[in-house]
């Protein structure tokens, strides 16, 4: 059985220890002074996606503790993806929704709070279904609301249907040896055993008389909607309304509430009803397979202070609190592990915050003052790609490290490694591409390899198919036609590379933009000047929703214009 770890090349080749980080060489030999010493400051490791800050603070971890070091480290970071299904209480109502419409909801109520990359908004009226310490199914109340852009992610398809889509270190609960052990998504591997609920569903349909008829009228007009809302209020009992995703000629596997033990099920049309609020006992579903999808994904998270558990997807699995930047995780989960006890022969441990630009003001403002307490205990090592948005006093207690994009030489060298370590046939040319598209993000060059390897032999072509970009040459040979003034021809070749290749008006700028500042296209640098003006013009047109077509029409127009007047 394979886990996730060894599925993602990005995590199978992952440097475990500081000798084995790829470039970085001066950053790497001031950690491996701290090795020596056994003893280290606060950390800030900033810089772009993929150039290996998270590995490096992994490594000094390892290099520090040994083989076991994760359990003297806390990281902290997750996410959801937004079709995930909730079943979630609001006013007594209770109500089955996918995750990204509920955050989406709340944030259109109030203005979100902007940290970093991410948007984070302040709940008070919204429970979640959450595991208590004496493993009893409980409503809790939710916190904060999130959600950002991840770059890759996990979907994982369990044996009695469903799916869950999460990014790789989003914790969730696996049953093991008769105890529930929390675990990274990444490290799961097939056939192991999420924690759900029990299963128990009646099909019979003649209880619909213990309804009310008001109640059967109800269900029918709602029978064709997502869900809908309904508390039979001359009972205390709450009665949901869950839309069944039934498998042609098959039983409804996938109904939400079909796995919950204590319920009075019933099924009408595509609806089941369940009757009460008792929830006994838990169930294990085994995960089937372990997908890596390499695109991005906007993602969610929800903070659910007491108990940082809870049940959502297809089939409810139990997973853990995934907003790890907000406040109440700051204060609540790395006091916690501030004050446990220290390894033996390191006076600290250390607890990792990546995308630490993310979190919110007054997250950072609690976390200055844990530093300060624990600090003779504990040692932070944040992770940021943008070192602006942590306070000062936060960055005055850091000794400050700035990773750089990395050299082409070494990620091509890398590839190549991992590539014969996987028996995948490449060319050179092809290699070189990818280094062009990664601009020095390690991560985004070993998912594009792998993603091109998937097709076969890795080539220029491939590589430029998997990441639905045109080749250079082909948006190249587009300008120059239209600075030859051949308007038609360079109007063509537009549509053939928004038709071929699927591209958006935004994607073309973009790699427009890439070209009219590469060494190929020459232009005096007062008419460069003039296109980057006009083509940023253009690209604001574009998200402002104007039609691609019609945008980038103009656009060639224009620039055939300024050929005509540069002679052709």
Known sequence: MSSALEILWVEKYRPKSLDEIVDQKEIVERLKKFVEEKNMPHLLFAGPPGTGKTTAAHALAHDLYGDNYKQYMLELNASISGDTPILVRRGGRVRLVKVGELVDYYMDLQKPMRAGNSDYVKVGDLEVLSLDKNGHVVWRRVSYLARHVAPAYLRLRLRNGGELKLTGNHSV???EDGELKLVSASDLRVGDRLVSFAQQITSSTSSHTDLNNSMVNALRAGISGESFDYTLHEREALLDV?????A????PASAWLARVTGYKSYLTGDSVVVESAQYKGLDYIEIESIEIINKPLLVYDLSVPGTENFFAGEIPI??????ERGINVIREKVKEFARSRTPPGIPFKIILLDEADNMTADAQQALRRLMELFTVSTRFILIANYPSKIIDPIQSRCAFFRFTPLRKEDVIARLKYIADNEGVEYDEEALEAI???????????INILQSSAYLGKVTVDTVYKVVGMARPKEVREMIQAALRGDFTLAREMLRKLMIEYGLSGT?????????????EVKLPEEVRVLVADYLGEIHFRLVEGSDDDIQLSAFLAWLSQIGKSLGG
């Open 435 to 445: 280094y062009e598209i990664s601009e020095g993000d390690m991560r985004k060059a």
């Open 173 to 175: 609960y696996i049953h």
């Open 507 to 519: 994607d073309v700028v973009k790699q427009i933009h890439r070209e009219i500042f590469g060494q």
């Open 248 to 251: 042609r000629g098959g039983a």
């Open 242 to 246: 869950v839309r069944v995703k039934s």
């Open 318 to 323: 139990l997973l853990h609190n995934s907003d």
